[in-house]
Nanobody
Framework: QVQVVESGGGLVQPGGSLRLSCAAS????????MEWYRQGPGKQREWVAS???????NYADSVKGRFTISGDTGKGTVYLQMNSLKSEDTAVYYC????????WGQGTQVTVSS
């Protein structure tokens, strides 16, 4: 069994920053990639960013230049540094661990509001 736990969410003013963390633990598993998704109020879940076991990173256009994904997939840890936050970034942020089976975390709430 694999556990995926996100942390670091909270309330921040527009223009502020937050750093999300994701940690995966459990039985032996080989991680192919770790990704961040988000689901805003009344919206579908959308992909935000990803990093692969060979270090390739990708970002959604909506966050490119503002968010940075980093971490060590070999250790099951990934971070999402979010800068210049906007109200439209308000969402529950989820971590997805891609291995032979995909594992989701429970999500962490990010609220951007003055």
């Amino acid at each position: 069994q694999v556990q995926v736990v996100e942390s670091g969410g909270g309330l921040v003013q527009p223009g502020g920053s937050l750093r999300l963390s994701c940690a995966a633990s459990g039985s032996d598993f080989s991680i192919v990639a770790m990704e961040w998704y988000r689901q805003g109020p009344g919206k579908q879940r959308e992909w935000v960013a990803s990093t692969s076991s060979i270090g390739i990173t990708n970002y959604a256009d909506s966050v490119k230049g503002r968010f940075t994904i980093s971490g060590d997939t070999g250790k099951g840890t990934v971070y999402l540094q979010m800068n210049s936050l906007k109200s439209e970034d308000t969402a529950v942020y989820y971590c997805l661990v891609r291995s032979r089976i995909d594992y989701w975390g429970q999500g962490t709430q990010v609220t951007v509001s003055s």
